[in-house]
T-cell receptor, first 115, second 117 residues
């Protein structure tokens, strides 16, 4: 168990809908990362938050947004869903200490199916 | 440009044999970290091993070792005495030092390892 909690584990929805994925980082971790894993794109970095502030942005669509709350949990909002958004969405957390050995600890992922 | 390259989409190994999964990386930063993660069929991503760019010795964690060749920019994962439970996807990743602004982990496309009884 990595200590990172993601809910829900599975989500089935229709095109055009909006969903929210939730992540609770490991106790003490200030950084939260979101990744999308699809069969044809591999593991794609979406966005990173550090202590409530956006720190880095990757290949995140404008239809997607995220935030990190004061209690450090994070939510990823996906709207106007398309079939191509079907993927496994991972949250990961870490405790940046200024070194290269900052490990990412992953949650078990949310499998999103858009029908 | 690809930061992490894993050229083996799929690998097979006989149980109890050793196997090497290849990984090459690209960075101009002198300070970086290299990681390997395992993703079994259940889906979770499990951290296996870490190697820092300034580490003099190759990292080892139980049956896992990282063959770090800095000049060749390669960070191959060696799994000794393969077990059936080692069947999984394996991802190589790198973190370079951009400080706390724009930090990213770069992941390869993964290698699917199948251990044959």
């Amino acid at each position: 168990d990595s200590g990172v909690t993601q809910t829900p584990k599975h989500l089935i929805t229709a095109t055009g809908q909006r969903v929210t994925l939730r992540c609770s980082p490991r106790s003490g971790d200030l950084s939260v990362y979101w990744y999308q894993q699809s069969l044809d794109q591999g593991l794609q970095f979406l966005i990173q938050y550090y202590n409530g502030e956006e720190r880095a942005k990757g290949n995140i669509l404008e239809r997607f947004s995220a935030q990190q709350f004061p209690d450090l949990h994070s939510e990823l909002n996906l709207s106007s869903l398309e079939l191509g958004d079907s993927a496994l969405y991972f949250c990961a957390s870490s405790s940046p200490k200024g070194g290269t050995n900052e490990k990412l600890f992953f949650g078990s992922g949310t499998q999103l199916s858009v029908l | 440009a690809q930061k992490i390259t894993q050229t083996q989409p799929g690998m097979f190994v006989q149980e109890k044999e050793a196997v090497t999964l290849d990984c090459t990386y690209d960075t101009s930063d002198p300070s970086y970290g290299l990681f390997w993660y395992k993703q079994p069929s259940s889906g979770e991503m499990i951290f296996l091993i870490y190697q820092g760019s300034y580490d003099q010795q190759n990292a080892t964690e139980g049956r896992y070792s990282l063959n770090f060749q800095k000049a060749r920019k390669s960070a191959n994962l060696v799994i000794s005495a393969s077990q059936l439970g080692d069947s999984a996807m394996y991802f190589c990743a790198m973190r370079d030092m951009r400080g706390y602004t724009g930090n990213q982990f770069y992941f390869g496309t993964g290698t699917s390892l199948t251990v044959i009884p």
